[in-house]
């Protein structure tokens, strides 16, 4: 994926905590969030149009919003005329555990209690030293993640990960024996 589908992917999912800070009327919150004034233009002309009766979907393609982020920004606006509390759609950790960064984290040498120290959560840790046990195993992901209880996606992307680093130590080794390093 590149950098600018990346950002862009990023802005999307901030723009739709945006909405609903500005549905909740949290100002304080909005203005923290890091988003162009012409971001938040678009959001209230959404908003205007989405009470005069249009679809979410038919005004979002309009402002080149993402399908995703209509859908999301519609379903929070009609909890909020129907004085429903407002759902958050925005990605928590307890919803999508970062257990990827864990594990690069823990591949970088860093222990479990510095982990802890930067934010992750118990449970992310231990799903990634969960994995450690298997990073070696000539198993399917599928395996793996019947014994781990880890997503499957993000088995994959683990493993993805292990092999990444295994293939650029071997690289820096040849590198070393070819200059005379390591003998």
Known sequence: MSTDRQIFKKH??????????????????????????????????????????????????????????????????????????????????????????????????????EIRLIGFTDSEIEFAFAFQKYETADMLPVTISQRTNIKVSTVRKLQKTYRERIQQAGTVTRIEMREGVID
């Open 12 to 113: 999307s999912w901030i723009c739709l905590k945006a909405y609903r800070f500005f549905l909740l009327g949290e100002d304080e919150a909005l203005g923290g969030l890091d988003i162009p004034e012409s971001e938040l233009k678009k959001m209230k002309k959404f908003h205007e149009k989405l009470e005069s009766g249009h679809m979410p979907y038919t005004v979002g393609k309009g402002f080149r919003f993402p399908e995703f982020v209509s859908r999301g920004m519609g379903l929070m606006y009609r909890d909020w005329a129907n004085d429903k509390p407002i759902r958050d759609l925005y990605p928590s950790s307890e919803s999508r555990p970062r257990i990827c960064r864990v594990y690069n984290y823990i591949l970088d040498g860093m222990s479990e209690n």
